[in-house]
């Protein structure tokens, strides 16, 4: 497959021809902050909007995951309009988290927490006004524990479930009502969920965790 050339931070690095920008910084050890984005998905949702860059000659930041490489790309993960975008973003998903980091099976391997140590983010909201959603955790399953509380909606369970497990997750309701729930909002060892885990190994938080056998 043919390559191109791009720069990124002042790095020059090869890429595949339309590999995404994201997967390409990724793969030569630059960090983009990402937490919906799945490798191989020919449409990213692009829903966590953490992995804006800037690049040259484009009148405002673009997300990484969407952005095709091209020849001669020149590229910033970092200015005031992308690190402004990215901590917004940010904040917004800590607003109605539920923060108990010490207590999570997922500490110190939390997209979060990576995202807080690599931006030098604080993991707390500063800006907002907290919203606790008080969602019941799902404790229905032998094999899955979902804490919904700490979802942050970016829709990799729904996927990998739909290609490779059973289809039981999907989304449900609308801004601050949304969730990612079982058809009928029944309790996941209900839903015909085969407890094969994929859910666990995708998620990038506490929201989806495997039990102890």
Avoid at 11 to 32: D, M, P, Q, S, V
Avoid at 52 to 65: D, H, K, L, M, S
Avoid at 196 to 210: I, K
Wanted: glycine letters at 10%.
């Amino acid at each position: 497959m043919k390559t191109v050339t791009l720069t990124i931070d002042g790095r020059t690095i090869k890429a595949r021809e339309g590999e995404k920008l994201l997967w390409a910084a990724l793969e030569n050890g630059i960090y983009i902050p990402n937490l919906c984005a799945i490798p191989g998905v020919k449409h990213p949702a692009a829903a966590c909007r953490l992995c804006f860059v800037e690049i040259e000659g484009y009148p405002r930041p673009v997300t990484a995951c969407t952005e095709p490489v091209v020849e001669g790309m020149v590229v910033s993960t970092r200015s005031p309009r992308v690190d402004r975008l990215v901590h917004t973003a940010f904040e917004l998903l800590l607003s109605n988290h539920h923060l108990d980091c010490a207590n999570c099976p997922r500490n110190r391997s939390c997209e979060l927490q990576r995202i807080a140590r690599e931006r030098r983010f604080p993991l707390r909201v500063k800006r907002l006004r907290k919203l606790e959603r008080n969602l019941q955790v799902d404790d229905s399953s032998p094999v899955v524990r979902y804490d919904p509380g700490k979802c942050v909606l970016c829709g990799r369970c729904v996927w990998v479930c739909r290609e490779k497990g059973t289809g039981v997750l999907g989304f449900a309701g609308r801004g601050f009502e949304r969730k990612v729930t079982t058809f009928g909002d029944v309790p996941l060892g209900q839903s015909g969920c085969n407890g094969c885990g994929e859910c666990t190994r995708v998620c990038p938080v506490g929201a989806l965790t495997g039990k102890e056998a």
